[in-house]
C-alpha cells in the first residue's frame, strides 16, 4: 500500500476521533435522533457469555437496541447496518443482503439468532436471503474481527447476533410490554407493520406474540442501472429507466414464544414462521421465495452458591427452504438446509476481578441443492466444540484470553463422482489481551488472536454455472484450513462531554482462501442462444488485511435535557494477496452529524462520503466515490414518551451511490431520494 493511500484515510481517522472534522456513521439502521453507538454503559453479551461493558473491552463492537430498530428502516440485514464502523452490505437486492465486516462476509460473518446459527442458505451465495428480518430484533449486537471464540471458527471476520425476545427471560413491567409500529417509503412504495407483545400469565408464564409485514416494489433509481465504467468497457447504452427493475419483495413473518420464570432462572420455547418472495436484480424475470420453520428453546439457571454463578442453554431446529423461479414460473433450482445447533455455557462466579465462562457447542445440518443451477452437490455438515474465555480485571488493568477446539466434517459426493468425500477439519483457536486504564474515562487494551476456519461447502464442492454471480464456480476438495492472526488495538474515552472509540488492526491470513479468474470460459446454450461465463476457481494463497474503525461524539451545547452534538465516524480497510488486491474491498467512509435532541423533538442532519475504490483485484472495476445528505426528525407529542412520530429524507441530493462490495455494482445502484415516515407506540 502506497504512503499517499494510507496517509488519506489515517488523517480522516485523526480528525473524526480528536477534533470532529469528519462526522457520525449514517446508514447504519439506528435512527439520526437516536443514541450514538458507542454507548458507555451498554452491556454486551455477543462474544462473552457472562456479559461485559462496551466500553471496557478489547473486542470491536456495536449495539443497536430496541429504541433505535423501532424508527429504523425496513431494510434487509446487510443494508441496515450498513456504515456501522467496519460493516458494510453486499448489497445484493433489497430482498437478500448480508453484511460484510471488515472486508469480509460469506461464510467468514456468522450470522446469529440469539446465539446459535440461522441454518439457512444466506451464506453460500449472495443472492440468498438471511432467514431472520431485523425488523424481528428487540436488540443487534455486532463483533467486528476474530476475536469471537464463543462462536467457532468459521466466525473469522466478525459475528452479528440478532436478539428477537422470542423466549422472554424476565417477567414484564405491569404485567405488559410491547410495540407497534407502522412506516412508508416513496422510493419504493414500500411499507412495514409489525407488532409484538409480552403477557404475564398467572404470575410465572410470560406468553410472546409477533408479526410482520413488509412489502416493496421496484425502488427508484437516479441514473441509469449501468454504471458509466460498465458501458465505456462493454459499449453499451446507458438508458435511465427511473427504476430498478425486479427489486420489489415481500415478507411476512409470525412467532410465538413462552417462558415458566423463576426466581432462579427461566425455560422456555418459540416457533417462528418466515415467508418471504423478492426479485434477484441480475436477471429480470427471476424471483425468489424462501420459506423456513423454525422451533428453539432456551433457558437458564442460577445458583446460589458454588464455582459457577449460571448455566446457559439454547437449541434451534430449523426446516428451511429456497426456491428460485424462473420466467415462465415452474421451479428452477430449491435450495434446502435442514438440521439443529446447539450450546450450553457454564458462567463462572466473579471472584477478585476474575470472570469466564466455559461452553460446548455442536450443530448438525443437510444442505442439499436441485436443479438446473445447482452447482453444488448436497452436503452434511457435522460440528462440535469446547471453550473457553476468561477475564481478569484489576481495575488499573487487566488480561483477557480465550482458548477454543473444534472439529467440523463436511461429507458430499462431488457431481460426476460415485464416491462420498468426506473431509475433517480440526481447528484451534486462541486469543489474549491486556487493557489498561491510565486516566479516569480511558480504557486501552492490546489483543493478538490466531482463529482457524474450515472451507465451506462451496470452497470445497462447487462445480458448476452460478448465475447470481455470472461466472462458472469449481470448488477444491483438497483445501486446507484457513488460519488468521490478529493484532488489534483499542481506544475508548468517555470525558463527559467528548466520548470516542478507536480500533486500529493488522490481520495475516495462512491459507487465504480465494476463487479467481483462471482466464477460461464456459459455454452455457440457453434456447439456442450461447453465453459464455468466465470459470472461476477457489484456491489459498496468502493475505494481509489492515485497517481501522473510529467514532467520537463531542457535546457542544447543554441546557436541562436538550443537548446539541458533533458526532463523527471513519472506517478504512485494506486487503492485498500474494495474487494481488483482494477482491470487492470497500473504500474508506467517513461521515459527519449533527444533531439536536430533546424530550419531546430529536433533529439531525448527517453527511456521509464512500470513497473511490480503485485498487482492484483482477478483472474487477473501479467504483466511483459518493456522498449522501440525510436528514432526520422524530417527535413524542404527548406527556407519555411511548408515542414517537417520526421522517426521515435520505440521499437527498438524490446521488448516484454504488457499493463496491456488491457483485452488482455495476448493474444496481443504490435508491435515489427516499422520504420515510412512521409511527411507533411503546407500552
Not at 485498487?615 to 440525510?630: I, K, Q, W
Amino acid at each position: 500500500m502506497t504512503a499517499r493511500r494510507l496517509t488519506r484515510p489515517l488523517l480522516l481517522a485523526a480528525a473524526s476521533w480528536t477534533a470532529l472534522a469528519g462526522g457520525v456513521h449514517a446508514q447504519d439502521g439506528r435512527a439520526p435522533g437516536q443514541a450514538p453507538a458507542i454507548e458507555l454503559e451498554e452491556i454486551v453479551v455477543t462474544g462473552v457469555p457472562y456479559g461485559i461493558s462496551q466500553n471496557a473491552t478489547t473486542i470491536a463492537t456495536t449495539v443497536l437496541d430496541e429504541a433505535q430498530l423501532s424508527v429504523a428502516p425496513a431494510a434487509s440485514l446487510g443494508d441496515l447496518l450498513n456504515g456501522t464502523p467496519g460493516v458494510r452490505s453486499t448489497s445484493f437486492a433489497p430482498g437478500a443482503s448480508r453484511p460484510v465486516i471488515r472486508g469480509l462476509t460469506g461464510p467468514r460473518v456468522q450470522v446469529l439468532t440469539n446465539g446459535v446459527g440461522l441454518i439457512d442458505a444466506s451464506s453460500v451465495s449472495p443472492d440468498h436471503q438471511v432467514a431472520t428480518d431485523p425488523a424481528e430484533a428487540n436488540r443487534i449486537e455486532i463483533v467486528r474481527g476474530p476475536a469471537t471464540l464463543t462462536y467457532g471458527g468459521l466466525a473469522i471476520g466478525g459475528v452479528v447476533n440478532i436478539l428477537d425476545g422470542r423466549i422472554p427471560e424476565a417477567l414484564p413491567e405491569g404485567g405488559l410490554e410491547g410495540h407497534l409500529s407502522a412506516q412508508t417509503s416513496t422510493v419504493d412504495d414500500g411499507s412495514l407493520f409489525g407488532g409484538r407483545a409480552d403477557i404475564a400469565l398467572g404470575g410465572a408464564f410470560v406468553l410472546h406474540l409477533d408479526a410482520l409485514k413488509k412489502e416493496s416494489d421496484d425502488y427508484e433509481i437516479p441514473s441509469s442501472p449501468i454504471s458509466q465504467r460498465l458501458a465505456d468497457a462493454e459499449g453499451v447504452a446507458r438508458d435511465d429507466t427511473g427504476v430498478l427493475p425486479n427489486s420489489g419483495s415481500e415478507l411476512e413473518a409470525y412467532g410465538i414464544g413462552g417462558s415458566f420464570i423463576g426466581d432462579n432462572g427461566f425455560l422456555g420455547a418459540s416457533y417462528k414462521e418466515t415467508d418471504s418472495t423478492y426479485g434477484v436484480v441480475a436477471e429480470e424475470t427471476v424471483f425468489i421465495e424462501l420459506e423456513q420453520q423454525r422451533f428453539d428453546a432456551r433457558g437458564g439457571y442460577r445458583f446460589d452458591q458454588g464455582p459457577f454463578r449460571e448455566v446457559r442453554a439454547t437449541y434451534g431446529q430449523a426446516d428451511y427452504t429456497h426456491t428460485e423461479f424462473e420466467d415462465v414460473g415452474e421451479p428452477g433450482t430449491i435450495f434446502a438446509s435442514d438440521g439443529y445447533e446447539a450450546r450450553a455455557d457454564l458462567i463462572q462466579r466473579a471472584r477478585g476481578g476474575w470472570n469466564g465462562a466455559i461452553g460446548v457447542q455442536t450443530l448438525s445440518r443437510d444442505f442439499s441443492a436441485i436443479g438446473d443451477e445447482a452447482y453444488i452437490p448436497s452436503t452434511g455438515i457435522e460440528e462440535a466444540g469446547i471453550y473457553t474465555v476468561q477475564r481478569l480485571d484489576r481495575d488499573s488493568y487487566g488480561f483477557e484470553g480465550g482458548l477454543r477446539f473444534d472439529r467440523r466434517t463436511l461429507t458430499a459426493t462431488p457431481f460426476g463422482a460415485t464416491d462420498e468425500v468426506e473431509r475433517e477439519f480440526d481447528n484451534l483457536s486462541a486469543s489474549a489481551a491486556v487493557f489498561f486504564r491510565p486516566a479516569t474515562g480511558l480504557f486501552a487494551g492490546l489483543s493478538l488472536s490466531r482463529t482457524q476456519r474450515a472451507p465451506s461447502e462451496v470452497e470445497l464442492f462447487a462445480d458448476g454455472l452460478h448465475i447470481a454471480t455470472a461466472a462458472y464456480e469449481v470448488g477444491d476438495p483438497t483445501l486446507d484450513n484457513e488460519t488468521v492472526t490478529t493484532l488489534e488495538g483499542t481506544l475508548h474515552y468517555d470525558g463527559g462531554r467528548f466520548r470516542g472509540d478507536l480500533h486500529v488492526y493488522a490481520s495475516k491470513f495462512d491459507g487465504f482462501i480465494d476463487v479467481r479468474d483462471t482466464g477460461e470460459t464456459f459455454e452455457f446454450d440457453e434456447d439456442g442462444e450461447i453465453e459464455q461465463f468466465p470459470i472461476f476457481a477457489y484456491l489459498q494463497t496468502d493475505a494481509d488485511f489492515r485497517g481501522f474503525e473510529a467514532e467520537a461524539a463531542y457535546d457542544v451545547w447543554t441546557r436541562g435535557a436538550r443537548v446539541v452534538t458533533l458526532e463523527g465516524a471513519a472506517d478504512f480497510v485494506d486487503a492485498d494477496t500474494d495474487l494481488g488486491p483482494a477482491a470487492r474491498i470497500p473504500p474508506y467512509s467517513v461521515t459527519g452529524r449533527v444533531r439536536y435532541t430533546s424530550t419531546p423533538v430529536d433533529l439531525s442532519l448527517e453527511v456521509r462520503h464512500v470513497g473511490e475504490q480503485d485498487e482492484v483485484a483482477e478483472f474487477e472495476r473501479p467504483t466511483d466515490g459518493y456522498t449522501l445528505v440525510n436528514l432526520f426528525g422524530a417527535w413524542r407529542p404527548f406527556a407519555d414518551p411511548a408515542v414517537t412520530l417520526f421522517a426521515e429524507g435520505r440521499n437527498l441530493t438524490d446521488e448516484e451511490a454504488r457499493e463496491h462490495a456488491s457483485f452488482l455494482k455495476d448493474i444496481a445502484p443504490q435508491p435515489g431520494r427516499n422520504l420515510r415516515v412512521g409511527v411507533t407506540y411503546r407500552f
